[in-house]
Each structure stands twice: as C-alpha cells, then as structure tokens.
C-alpha cells in the first residue's frame, strides 16, 4: 500500500494564487446602472447569497445598483430570526439579511413584488427588511425594460 509522506496542511496554508488578477478591475463609467434580479427561494441553494455579493460588488465599482426580488425571490427580503426578529439562531442564519441591508445602507436599492409577497407567501410590506419597497407587479417588468433601455449591466438568478 503507497504511504503518504507528505505533511498536513496546517491553518494559513495556501492552496491557490491569491494574489494574480488576470483582468483589469473594471469601475463604472459616470451614469451606468446595473440590475441584479431575484426569482429565487432564500436558502434553496447559494445563488441568493452569491448574486448578493455580486450586487454588492458592482453598487462598489460605481454602479448605479438596484435589485428586483419578484416570484420566489421576495422570500429574500423577509425579516428573519429566531426566536425573535434579528435573533440569529445558527452561525450564518442571517447571511442574506444582513447582505441585504449592507446593500441598502452603502446605497443600493431593492424592490419586492407587492403581488408575490401576499399572494404567493402570504405576507405583508411590514415584513420587509426595512429599506426594501415594495412595488406594484405591473412594475416588475418596467423595471427590467427601465434597466434594459439604459444599457445598464443585469444579472438574472433563477432557480427552478
């Protein structure tokens, strides 16, 4: 049987290159917009967390950045916690939460689909985050158009 003679990685090992960008860091030009939509369930996979952290980074590059949580994304925008609002019951619990409203605090807005709050997940605008509007759903696609006409940069998440 081979032995394996090489010793454990030990915390603080690097696996990876770390330091090498290969692409220029793009910043926004005065004026651009991007949009990062949501029609996906909180927790249901990493794409809500990770195109959060997208958001983020382009509303940090210049970008005139706005989120559209719609469908099954509005659960996204939902205050949380247990036992009691904002108590965050396991390490990482409040991860979208609190993405959400750094978004919102360096200046991002977020929209929610009034009609897939109540209809679909049968909940009102106080459960928003605060700072999230809610908006009509005749809105969520002239939003998308509003953004499309301004060449503004979109990333779509879906999940299914």
Request: hydrophobic residues 40%; glycine residues 10%.
């Amino acid at each position: 049987m081979p032995a394996v003679t090489l010793p454990s990685h030990t915390a603080g090992d690097f696996f990876v290159d770390y330091e090498e960008k290969v692409f220029e860091d793009v910043k926004a030009e005065p004026g651009q917009k991007a949009l990062v939509t949501f029609h996906t369930v909180a927790f249901e996979g990493s794409i809500g967390l990770v195109n959060l952290l997208q958001a983020t980074r382009l509303l940090r590059k210049g970008f005139d950045t706005t989120i559209l949580l719609y469908g099954p994304g509005v659960t996204l925008g939902l205050q949380r916690g247990f036992p009691r609002l904002g108590d965050e019951a396991f390490p990482g619990h409040l991860a979208i939460n609190k993405q959400l409203a750094k978004f919102i605090e360096e200046g991002g807005k977020v929209y929610a689909c009034r009609f897939a709050l109540q209809a679909l997940y049968g909940h009102g605008e106080p459960s928003l985050i605060p700072g999230i509007r809610p908006i009509s759903p005749l809105d969520v696609m002239d939003i998308q158009l509003l953004h499309k006409r301004d060449n503004a940069f979109v990333i779509n998440s879906w999940t299914l």
